[in-house]
């Protein structure tokens, strides 16, 4: 055994059977099956594990728990590479390499460390006063050194190659913590017949029974009790399972760590977040220990007491043999003559003048040193403590050491319980904060009460799993509980005051926040404790100030002169420990990040060369690679080849909604802005809708089938939202109308032809059908049938040119499609993506989303005429608020490109000539395309005032590209005003 | 994470169901031409902090407008019924 093994020959909660080489920084090391990553270096002698964040601080392991500061390593390479975990929280795995963070060039040595350069740019409010003040020109020169300087891990920036999965679980009573309390509650609620999820975070049931020996009463204890719930089928156990959050309706978020030890490409998901819904839910999570306050406290080999017992009965490790235990209550006592036991030598250092009599006597057998009425004045020491200055009654002294293990006392883990705004209440007894009162569906029980002897959380944990399986209405008798009672002592705590005198004192360790930042944000009034955590960024790391929060505002207490419920206490929210992002959205990343909607003629379009496009969830072709190189080549031959010929265009994606009932008709009349009540039965019509405050909302045609029965269609974008609209105002408004809407979206596949060919290629394709102008005019329809599935066939026209619309039953959307090509191949019928279609209803001045944005009202829009005076519909009075008649407001025009070669953009905004381009300008550009029938480019705008007069000049300014433009207003209708092409 | 006791489909997760607003004010009748009832229907909104009414609409179920009664301060739905039934 060499001088750095700190293992132990024997004991412990690890299998010796099974040896594990892992590497830290590079260096291979070897630990056993059942150590955490942290116990196994300390097994190895390894007590400078990072570099704090600001000052670079040696540092070494504090805890063995979610509650570590310091130790946080990078895992992982590439993808995997996952920084800031607390090596007390990893599980030791075979091949498992773990770098430490934020230190350069290597951990022993490095060069920022000699920090008096960088510690007057890193005092509390620097960034507050640099940002702020009049020094915040020297931001730009310091930013890119501090950056570097400061700082954790760094997170890869290759795509994580490796599964996540969310789910979603139910339980009569969840369960968090398996330590006394909540091992004795999932009995006892199993026992009364309730469904049981108990969560723990270790990978090992216990809690803080696995700070006592292994082999003792406690151990045996727990080997009962596990086996007992093992035994019932209604209980679920959930190790390496941190709960993280707590939402409403007792929904408790999980993240479960899977597979860290296999190999990287098992296929199985790394980590499940699991949403668990439990009836009721009881709270064990224990206490965290607090570390104290003094000068160099924050030196590796400075421990938690808690964790250097835990180290030593779980995992075998003497972490000192020199030890000094410096506390304020008797729990670290315990700690002590564990120590004293495996052969450390052992001074306690307390802070108390009378200690319980009980403690003294065994100190003496152990032959521990007892220092009453002493504290800690300073710590001494490189890569690890070597000396400490004491300060008992009778005066200073010092001390040689190697391990200082510190209780500050103990802080329920009431983090939780304070997610849904419970507020912690402040215990003068036991010097802590825990829950207050609880809503009837949560319990509490355990150490994060309060009670801190294993024999009463273990009651107490019997008690609220009773209480909580009866609230889900289980009530079966239950045994009793089987006794455990370790004899601990538990008397008031010392209240300690951070001690600052000398050089730095942490208070958090995680974000090196000293005692001078709370004296600098004091006296610069940052006394609120919600101010002094912004201004300091106390409890603001990865670690959430687990172990900052108390000492924090205890120190902020003590400079105010208040107590502690008066200085109170921080918000909790979740996280509770950190989430990677990965595991949230599970398996919704890529190509499931959303749904797809696909049209019924989704495959043609990829195999007939069509470049897909997102619209919404909708995939739709953008155009087709066979008319041009590029998008621009493209849209342009389509148009051309539509106003010449004829094509094929997939309007499947509109919204279409059936509207039934004996008062449809009334019913259209009311949410449209248009009448309806008149439209003869066969036809359609276009109609537009207000929202209530008066703006446009959505335009479609509906089409009247029969005397009391509609055909609606909507925008792509709008159909969910016209929907719900409608059945919202038959359901809330008029109950009384006899009106039944439902979507038919997915039941029709829809195409539209639009050309001057269009009417001679219905006919070739539907030899029977009479498509003459005087049986299918425009706004004409016929309903039929086509191979046995329903046909409706619109002669509707979005183009401007002679256009109908066909909707077939979804399953047959692609027989038709390839039909319709086949026999309108002689005429040249070619399909054309939605570059074209937009580009030929810019043409034809007809507005959709670009100008139907949510601001703009009917006479806008230039859609006024089409109302009348007609009153009684949707949005009619407070469309006629002032502002929304006022003259000057912004209205559609047409433009032209003024200059050859340059092009129009959408965005632009819009100036006079000679006008200096600053603002909002009058206007802006909405739509634009290139028009083959003006032989350059075009646009709609939205322009305001005089400008907007047909034949003004207006300057188009693009600041993206620093692009400007001379344009003309014109009329929007840049093609056939009269509408005779699509009459014919 | 709500959870709505829907009159026609059961308990439901309210990613189910979309949000409608204020259940409490009263929409003026289609043809009523006072500014002032429109304008208080479409803007003028009390925020308590306590019970507050509202609709809802089950999107992925049954499709009906729902009144919610709940409560701000702790999410607790004290009743849920139908629209068109529990207007008048």
Known sequence: ?984 | MLRFECPCCGPRDHDEFRYGGDASVRRPAHDDPDPEAWYAYVYIRKNPAGLHREFWQHVTGCRQWLVVERDTRNHVISSVAFARTSQA
């Open chain 1, 1 to 984: 055994m060499n001088a750095r093994n700190k293992r132990l020959p024997e004991g412990g909660r690890i299998d010796r059977s099974h040896s594990i080489e892992f590497s830290f920084d590079g260096k291979g090391l070897a630990g056993y099956r059942g150590d955490t990553l942290a116990s196994a270096l300390l097994a190895n002698g390894v007590t400078l594990v990072g570099r704090s964040f600001k000052y670079h601080r040696p540092r070494g392991i504090l805890s063995a728990g979610p509650e570590e500061p310091n130790a946080l390593v990078t895992l992982g390479t590439g993808g995997r590479r996952e920084p800031n975990l607390p090596a007390t929280m990893l599980e030791l795995g075979d091949g498992m390499a773990a770098e430490s963070q934020n230190r350069w060039p290597s951990l022993a040595f490095d060069v920022q460390s000699a920090n008096g350069l960088f510690a007057p740019f890193l005092s509390a409010g620097f960034y507050y006063k640099t940002f702020m003040g009049p020094t915040r020109r020297s931001w730009k020169i310091y930013e890119h050194f501090i950056r570097r300087a400061a700082g954790l891990g760094r997170a890869g920036t290759e795509p994580d190659p490796d599964r996540y999965e969310v789910r979603h679980a139910f339980a009569d009573v969840a369960i968090i913590g398996a330590g006394p309390a909540g091992l004795s509650a999932a009995r006892a609620a199993a026992a009364a017949g309730a469904r049981v999820v108990l969560i723990e975070q270790d990978f090992l049931l216990g809690g803080q029974l696995l700070a006592e020996q292994s082999d003792g009463v406690a151990a045996s204890w727990l080997g009962q009790v596990e086996a007992e719930l093992e035994s019932f089928e209604t209980v679920t156990l959930m190790k390496r399972t941190s709960a993280f959050g707590i939402y409403d309706g007792n929904v408790i978020g999980l993240i479960e760590q899977r597979n860290q030890d296999r190999p990287p490409y098992s296929g199985q998901a790394r980590q499940i977040v699991t949403m668990l819904r439990a009836r009721s839910v009881v709270f064990a999570t224990g206490a965290i220990e607090r570390p104290m306050v003094f000068p160099n406290n924050d030196l590796p080999g400075v421990m938690l007491a808690s964790a250097a017992r835990i180290y030593l009965n779980r995992f075998a490790v003497l972490p000192g043999r020199k030890v000094i235990v410096a506390t304020t209550n008797d729990g670290a006592w315990r700690t002590a003559f564990d120590l004293a036991e495996a052969g450390a030598e052992v001074t306690i250092s307390d802070r108390r003048t009378t200690i319980p009599p009980a403690l003294a006597v065994e100190a003496t057998r152990l032959g521990v040193a007892v220092r009453t009425a002493t504290r800690i004045l300073d710590l001494r020491g490189g890569h690890c403590v070597k000396r400490a200055t004491l300060k008992g009654p009778d005066g200073r002294f010092e001390a040689a050491c190697d391990l200082v293990c510190v209780s500050g006392g103990w802080s329920p883990t009431v983090h939780l319980a304070s997610h849904l705004g419970v507020k912690p209440r402040y215990r003068e007894d036991i010097g802590g904060f825990v829950p207050g009162a609880f809503p009837a569906n949560q319990f509490g029980a355990g150490a994060m009460m309060g009670l801190h002897a294993t024999a009463d959380a273990n009651e107490d944990g019997h008690r609220a799993g009773i209480e909580a399986a009866s609230f889900c209405g289980k009530s079966a008798p239950v045994p009793a509980p089987s006794k455990l009672d370790l004899g601990e002592t538990v008397t008031t705590p010392f209240r300690e005051v951070p001690c600052a005198q000398g050089g730095k004192a942490f208070v958090d360790f995680q974000m090196d926040v000293t005692t001078k930042d709370i004296e600098l944000a004091h006296r610069e009034g940052y006394e609120s404790i919600e101010h002094l955590k912004r201004y300091t960024t106390l409890g603001m790391g990865t670690d959430q100030g687990k172990t900052s929060n108390f000492p924090g505002l205890s120190a902020m207490a003590a400079l105010r002169g208040a107590t502690i419920p008066e200085t109170g206490t921080t918000t909790f929210r979740p996280p509770f420990t950190p989430v990677a992002i990965g595991a949230l959205a599970g398996r919704a990343t890529g190509h499931h990040f959303k749904p797809f909607r696909r049209t019924p003629m989704h495959d043609w379009h990829l195999a007939n060369g069509a470049e897909m496009l997102d619209v919404g969830l909708w995939m739709r072709p953008w155009f087709y690679r066979r008319s041009g190189a590029d998008v621009n080549e493209a849209y342009v031959a389509e148009m051309r080849h539509v106003r010449q010929a004829a094509g094929l265009m997939d309007i499947s994606t509109l919204g279409k909604i059936d509207v039934q009932g004996p008062d449809a008709a009334t019913f259209l009349d009311r949410i449209y802005a248009n009448g309806f009540a008149k439209l003869k039965v066969g036809r359609a019509r276009y109609g537009v809708m207000l929202r209530d405050d008066g703006i446009v909302f959505d335009d479609g045609t509906t089409t009247r089938l029969a005397e009391s029965r509609f055909f609606m269609t909507t925008s792509t974008a709008r159909a969910a939202d016209v929907l719900s609209r409608l059945e919202f105002l038959l359901d809330t408004a008029w109950p009384e109308l006899r009106v039944s809407v439902s979507s038919v979206s997915d039941e029709w596949a829809a195409m539209s032809i639009a050309g001057p060919e269009a009417r001679a290629i219905l006919a070739a394709a539907f030899p029977s059908l009479d498509v003459s102008n005087e049986a299918l005019p425009h706004m004409g329809s016929y309903e039929g049938e086509w191979r046995g599935r329903a046909l409706r066939i619109l002669r509707l026209s979005y183009s401007g040119e002679r256009a109908y619309e066909i909707y077939v039953g979804a399953t047959a959307g692609e027989q038709l499609w390839s039909c319709l090509l086949e026999a309108g191949g002689p005429l040249e019928l070619k399909p054309y993506g939605i570059e074209a279609l937009g580009a030929l209803r810019v043409e034809k001045g007809h507005v959709a989303g670009p100008e139907i944005d949510g601001r703009t009202t009917l006479d806008d829009l230039g859609l006024g005429r089409m109302v009348g005076k007609r009153s009684g519909f949707v949005g009619d009075v407070l469309r006629r608020r002032p502002a929304l008649l006022a003259h000057d407001r912004q209205r559609l025009v047409g433009l032209e490109c003024m200059e050859d070669g340059k092009r129009l953009r959408g965005g632009s905004v819009l100036f006079r000539p000679g006008e200096k381009a600053t603002g909002h300008g009058w206007g802006r550009v909405t739509s634009v395309t290139f028009s083959p029938e003006r032989d350059r480019y075009i646009g709609l705008a939205l322009l305001a005032g005089d400008l907007a007069t047909e034949g003004s000049e207006v300057v188009a300014v693009y600041p993206m590209k620093a692009e400007t433009v001379r344009a003309r207003v014109v009329s929007p209708i840049f093609l056939d005003p009269q509408g005779e092409r699509l009459r014919g």
